[in-house]
């Protein structure tokens, strides 16, 4: 069961919630989040972030995300501009302009070395080891319904007299 919730637990929160999880692959928010933790990010409007926020953005350069945290939001006609950095990186990234109302991913929840964990999930392994552990299951389940089955029909029926 521990690998099912590992498993579905992920997209359920995705598609109910609206709640993404990403690996931090960088170590440009040290100490605060680091290399192999997990953050969780969820959508916000531009217009909606706050200085100290950590948002995740696509770097053009490396084809990446990366989490960086917001110095500073200016809204000027109906734009928002952004400046953000990562916590050990010496200089604040080129500033952003986005329109006030597009969806950003503010992250909302760190969970420290839990990216190791969900790596392993999306190895060729480990989605065998949890395909054969829900047949198992699937299984297990199908043979012991058959023998209540056929437990029930062996027994005598009981007849009354009078």
């Known amino acids: 069961m521990l690998l099912v919730a590992l498993f579905f637990t992920p997209a359920a929160a995705s598609f109910y919630l609206g709640i993404q999880p990403h690996v931090v ?3 440009s928010m040290k100490p605060n989040i680091n290399p192999g933790d ?4 969820k959508l916000s409007k531009a217009v909606e972030l ?39 990186n010496p200089l604040p990234d080129p500033m952003l302009s986005e329109p ?12 420290s ?5 969900l790596e392993l ?7 065998l080891l949890g395909g054969a552990a829900i047949l198992s299951v699937i299984s297990l389940r199908g043979i012991k319904h ?3 089955k056929r437990n029930s029909s062996k027994k005598p029926l009981l007849h009354q007299t009078k």
Not at 38 to 41: A, D, G
């Open 121 to 127: 999930t999306h190895s060729s392994e480990a989605k």
């Open 50 to 88: 706050r200085k100290g926020d950590v948002i995740l953005l696509f770097d053009n350069r490396s084809q990446r995300s990366e989490a960086h945290r917001v110095l500073e939001v200016a809204i000027k006609d109906g734009e928002s501009l952004i400046t953000t950095k990562g916590d050990s």
């Open 146 to 148: 058959l023998r209540s």
């Open 38 to 41: 997990v953050i969780l990010t």
């Open 25 to 27: 692959s960088t170590g």
């Open 113 to 117: 070395n839990a990216g190791y964990v």
């Open 100 to 111: 006030g109302n597009k969806p950003l991913q503010k992250v909302v929840v760190v969970l």
